[in-house]
């Protein structure tokens, strides 16, 4: 039963991780180019991506929430 929890318990924060890491790079790639477009946007758009990457690692965090509850269990 341990080895399912483990098991469970990679597969949620490796899930929860891939999402985040694939909207973190396509927005720090578009934001990138927006700078590189507008740099009098360059604040602008910097404030807006943090905030953005914030948002993002919360997904991430809760996955390992998860993990973290499921290891409670062994």
Known sequence: MGGLIALGAGLAIGLAAIGPG????????????????????AGMLRTNMILSFAFMESLAIYGLLIAFLLFAQI
């Open 22 to 41: 694939i909207g973190m790079g396509t927005a720090a790639g578009k934001a990138l180019e927006g700078m590189a477009r507008q740099p009098e946007a």
